[in-house]
């Protein structure tokens, strides 16, 4: 059981799961820049990497020396009830570090309500 009511963990084999439809987050391929993109607290940001790492553009994160955590927010996308999703992603640090990946639902538009504040 999650953490929201009636919410389930299930583990599904990667056999199960095949594209069956487009890529549900704007700017994934990061060709409009940061659009759609913003970073947690207001002393670390964001960039537009050029560089081809994995299949194209890509964000980085940028630490200032007085700091060592932030939170990569996107502007979220829409699901389906029934449905089953997969998110994948690419990371590459600079050194050993954690990264930690954190979804959450809202009914309300919490980016729309927040974006100002990054």
């Not at 059981?1 to 069956?20: H, I, R, W």
């Not at 020396?65 to 449905?83: V, W, Y």
């Amino acid at each position: 059981m999650g953490f929201d009511k009636n919410s389930q963990f299930v583990s599904v084999p990667v056999a199960q799961a095949k594209v069956s439809g487009p890529n549900l987050i704007k700017n994934s391929n990061m060709t409009s820049g940061i659009q759609g993109w913003a970073i947690w607290p207001s002393q670390v940001s964001i960039a537009n990497d050029r560089r081809i790492e994995v299949d194209g553009p890509s964000l980085r994160v940028q630490f200032p020396s007085t700091r060592t955590e932030a939170l990569l927010c996107h502007a979220g996308f829409g699901l389906s009830s029934n449905k089953l999703y997969r998110l994948s992603f690419s990371a590459k640090g600079t050194g050993k570090s954690k990264k930690q990946m954190l979804l959450f639902r809202s009914k309300k538009s919490w980016w729309k309500k927040n974006k100002k504040t990054f």
